[in-house]
C-alpha cells in the first residue's frame, strides 16, 4: 500500500509539471531598453533582457548548474530599391556560475579568462542580461548620411546537467528560451 501510495505522489507531481509547464517558464522574455549610439570609433549597443529568469533557474545557478544567454547582434545598412546590406553578426555570450565553496557568481562574457564576481544572485542575474557598450562595427565601414539598423535577439542555451542527470530531470528543457527580433534604426 505504502508503495502504491509513493508511485501515485509522483505520478500526481510529474502530470503536474508535465500538464503547466507556464509557471517553470518566464512570463515572456523580451528585449527592452535598446539603444544604438557610437563613441569616437565603433557603433555601441546597449540593450537589457527581460522576464528571463525563474525560480527553477535560479535554484539550478545556485546548485552550480552554468547557465549561458547568447546574444545575436545584426547590424544592417537600409537600401532604397534593393535588398538590405547586412555589415555584421556579432554574438556575445554571457555565462553565469555559482562557486559553492567561495559563494560568489561568477560572469564570463565570451568565456573570457577574467571572470567578474558578484556575492549576491540579483547583481549577478542583472549582469547576465545587460549588453553594456557591446561594440558591433567600426564606424569607418559605414557610410555617412544612411540609414542603418541593428536587430537583436537572445536565447538561453541549452542547460547541460552533469552526468547526463538532464535525463532524469526533464523538465529542465522548459527552461529553454529565445526572445524576438528586435530592431533600431538610426542615421549615421
Known sequence: MRRKSGFLFISIILSFFLASPGHLRAEKAAI???????????????????????????????AGVPTTFTFFVDLFQERARWLDRKITRMTVRHTIKYDNVKKLFYISVNGDNEPTSFQDLENAKRAMSDLNGFSVSPLNMLKRNQYYYIEIKVKLDKVRLPLHMDQVFPFVSLWDFETDWYRKGFFY
Request: hydrophobic fraction near 50%; include cysteine.
Open 32 to 62: 527592452g531598453d535598446l539603444l544604438v549610439t557610437n563613441n569616437t570609433s565603433h557603433v555601441l549597443v546597449y540593450a537589457r533582457v527581460t522576464n528571463c529568469f525563474t525560480a527553477e533557474m535560479d535554484a539550478a545557478i545556485m
